[in-house]
């Protein structure tokens, strides 16, 4: 897994508990995983579909910095899957873990489209 984008958690991602607010953190993926599904199908067009589960398995507090991590893990026709984490950057602490993401590519009627992308097509990913 390749983590690709720090957060710096500051006071307005906190929740009453002055812990990191799991919406803000879940945000903070969805955005990520938007970015690297359109790097990885070359597409602005791309739309979340799907997010599995999602297992919070610690928290963060003001002044930690959160790093998440994207790894493709198939393509369908229309879609790509990823499994997420994001973690502490200084302890390596998981804070989440969610085993599946579904992006779709979407054509000029808004409808899924295919793009034509395989597993192969990301051994030379770039970062």
């Known amino acids: 897994m390749k983590f690709f984008s720090r957060k710096w958690v500051k006071?307005?991602?906190?929740?009453?508990?002055?812990?990191?607010?799991g919406g803000r953190l879940l945000a903070w993926i969805d955005e990520e995983a938007a970015i690297?599904?359109?790097?990885?199908?070359?597409?602005?067009?791309?739309?979340?579909?799907?997010?599995?589960?999602?297992?919070?398995v610690s928290s963060a507090i003001h002044g930690?910095?959160?790093?998440?991590?994207?790894?493709?893990?198939?393509?369908?026709?229309?879609?790509?899957?990823?499994?997420?984490?994001?973690?502490?950057?200084?302890?390596?602490?998981?804070?989440?873990?969610?085993?599946?993401i579904v992006f779709v590519l979407l054509g000029e009627?808004?409808?899924?489209a295919p793009h034509g992308k395989t597993m192969a097509d990301i051994k030379g990913i770039k970062e």
């Open 64 to 100: 930690d910095v959160v790093e998440i991590g994207l790894e493709t893990i198939s393509f369908g026709t229309t879609s790509i899957s990823m499994r997420c984490v994001a973690r502490n950057k200084m302890t390596k602490e998981e804070i989440i873990r969610i085993d599946k």
């Open 11 to 21: 006071p307005e991602d906190l929740n009453a508990y002055n812990t990191l607010f």
């Open 36 to 56: 690297y599904s359109k790097c990885q199908l070359e597409s602005k067009s791309v739309v979340t579909k799907y997010i599995s589960e999602i297992n919070f």
């Open 109 to 112: 009627d808004g409808k899924p």
